[in-house]
C-alpha cells in the first residue's frame, strides 16, 4: 500500500499544493499541458490561491473513440518538462518518466478536455530497478489539478485506487496484492474505468483487479502517472499506445 502528500510543481507555473494520505509525505510533480493558466502559489500548508483554467468541452459521446496516441510525433501534446527531481519526455516513440527524487507522482495530461463515462488503456513499459514504483493512469481531474481518481499497478504485484483530493487525505478507496500483476513484467498492459454511475474498475493486461466507488468527480481531464518508491532514480517508465474510448 502505498501512501503520500502532494505537491505540485508546473513547467509553465509553480503550484505547491499539500495533501496527506496514509500519514506519509510524498511531494506530487504534474507535468502540465499547454492550457495551464499561470497561478498564485505559496508552500503548504498556507492555503494556495489557485486562477481557475477555463474549461474545454465536454466529450460524451457513446460508442466513440474519443482519443489514441502513439506517442510517434511531439505535436500529440502531452505535458513534458525536466526538474532535478523528473524528466517527461517523448523518448522513443514513447512518453517516458524518470522520477529522480524518491516518493515522488509525477503525471502529465495530453489536453484540457473533460470526459465523462470513459475507459483508459495504456502500454506501461516498467523500465526501472524500483519493485515499488507504481504506474497508472488518472480519471476525472477537476479545475484545480490535486483533484482526481487514479489507479495503479507495481512491479511487485500491489494495485490501487485512489481519490486525490486538494489540500487533504487522499481517500484509498481500495488497495492490495493481487496474483494477476506480474512480478517485474517489462510491459503491463493498464486499463482504467470511470463510469458515469461513479464506479472506478482497474485492468492489468485484461484482467479486473480491482473495483471501487466514488461520485464526487464526475468528469474531467485523464493522464499517465508515475510514483516512485524508496529507491531513488529507480522510477522509468514509458506510456505508449494510449487509448480513451466512452463506455456504453
Known sequence: MKSGLFKVVSAIAVLALASVACGA??????????????????LAPVATQVIPVAPEPTVEASG???????FESRNSNWGVGTDVDYAVEYVDGALQ???????????????????????IEVDAMNQGSD???A???FCNQQVIDDQFYFGYVTPSGEYGIVKSVFINDDVELTSGTSDLIPRNAPVYRLSFECASNG???????????ATASDSEYGGGMVGAIAW??????????????FLLTQLP
Do not use: C, W
Open 135 to 137: 504506474l497508472g493512469v
Open 131 to 133: 519493485p515499488n514504483s
Open 64 to 70: 466513440n473513440k474519443l482519443l489514441s496516441d502513439s
Open 199 to 209: 464506479t472506478m474498475t482497474l485492468y492489468v493486461n485484461g484482467q479486473q483487479v
Open 97 to 119: 518518466f524518470k522520477v529522480i527524487a524518491t516518493n515522488m507522482k509525477v503525471y502529465s495530461r495530453p489536453n484540457g478536455t473533460t470526459y465523462k463515462n470513459i475507459h
Open 25 to 42: 509525505l510524498v511531494p506530487t510533480v504534474t507535468v502540465p499541458t499547454l492550457d495551464v493558466q499561470p497561478v498564485a502559489t505559496q
Open 228 to 241: 516512485s518508491g524508496d529507491l531513488e532514480s529507480g522510477t522509468i517508465v514509458s506510456y505508449d499506445n
